[in-house]
């Protein structure tokens, strides 16, 4: 079945950096557009990036634009969220997802000082 694993999240404080990842399984990863979509506290779902089956097209919310970078390595059925200048308007629970419409289970980041 369909399994997607996120990994990276904690604790950082603004300014800092974190990479999240989203280990796939279950489904031809190459195939897909991937997403990265945000839940901060007390909050509605986020888009926050996606990127196409090949990698080579990307796509940034405004909010995060110029500080994160999406990524996928095929080869390791592996996607990625490189974040950088972080916020505390960061803090969420950060999901990866198939756009099937399969969720990983999550992984929390949190900026604060």
């Known amino acids: 079945q369909v399994q997607l694993v996120e990994s990276g999240g904690g604790l950082v404080q603004p300014g800092g950096s974190l990479r999240l990842s989203c280990a796939a399984s279950?489904?031809?990863?190459?195939?897909?557009?991937m997403i990265w979509v945000r839940q901060a506290p007390g909050k509605g779902l986020e888009w926050v990036s996606d990127?196409?089956?090949?990698?080579?097209?990307?796509a940034y919310a405004d909010s995060v634009k110029g500080r994160f970078t999406i990524s996928r390595d095929n080869t390791k059925n592996t996607l990625h969220l490189q974040m950088n200048s972080l916020k505390p308007e960061d803090t969420a629970v950060y999901y990866c997802?198939?756009?099937?419409?399969?969720w990983g289970q999550g992984t929390q980041v949190t900026v604060s000082s």
């Open positions: 990127i196409n089956s090949g990698g080579g097209s990307t």
């Open positions: 997802v198939r756009a099937a419409g399969d």
């Open positions: 279950g489904f031809t990863f190459s195939s897909y557009v």
